[in-house]
């Protein structure tokens, strides 16, 4: 298992606690919301980024915030919303309903995973 498998599955076992009881984590991919304009600042633009968490279960689609604690900021019913997703380089876009969020190179496969997951 390599570090991102390792790092996808502490993410699945983190949201695990922030679901509806019952539910069963079946997707957890790190994104970034907000305007892509903080990655013209390079590392100073981190500071501005959003960090958040895309969760999914059989029924629902989790944005999560990032934070201490971390906090579900929306719940969706994965029937009536649409959920995409795009590779890029070097970063790539994930669309849940009207908003947009940004995917880091090392976990878009994941990213088109979840969405192709989220339509069946």
């Known amino acids: 298992m390599g570090f991102a498998d390792k790092?996808?599955?502490?993410?699945?076992?983190?949201?695990?606690?922030?679901?509806?009881?019952?539910?069963?984590?079946k997707h957890a991919v790190p994104v970034l919301?907000?305007?892509?304009?903080w990655a013209a600042?390079?590392?100073l633009g981190a500071l501005f980024a959003q960090p958040r968490i895309?969760?999914?279960?059989e029924s629902n689609l989790y944005?999560?915030?990032?934070?201490?604690?971390?906090?579900?900021?929306?719940?969706?019913?994965?029937?009536s919303t649409d959920v995409t997703a795009r590779k890029g380089f070097p970063i790539g876009r994930m669309r849940i309903g009207d908003k947009t969020f940004w995917v880091g190179l090392g976990v878009q496969?994941?990213?088109?995973?979840?969405?192709?997951?989220?339509?069946?």
């Open 33 to 37: 919301a907000g305007s892509l304009l």
């Open 41 to 43: 600042f390079g590392a």
């Open 63 to 79: 944005v999560v915030k990032r934070g201490k604690p971390d906090t579900v900021e929306e719940r969706h019913s994965l029937a």
């Open 7 to 25: 790092q996808m599955t502490k993410l699945r076992d983190m949201a695990g606690s922030l679901v509806q009881p019952g539910e069963t984590v």
């Open 54 to 57: 895309i969760v999914t279960t």
């Open 109 to 120: 496969q994941a990213a088109v995973d979840l969405a192709a997951d989220a339509k069946t």
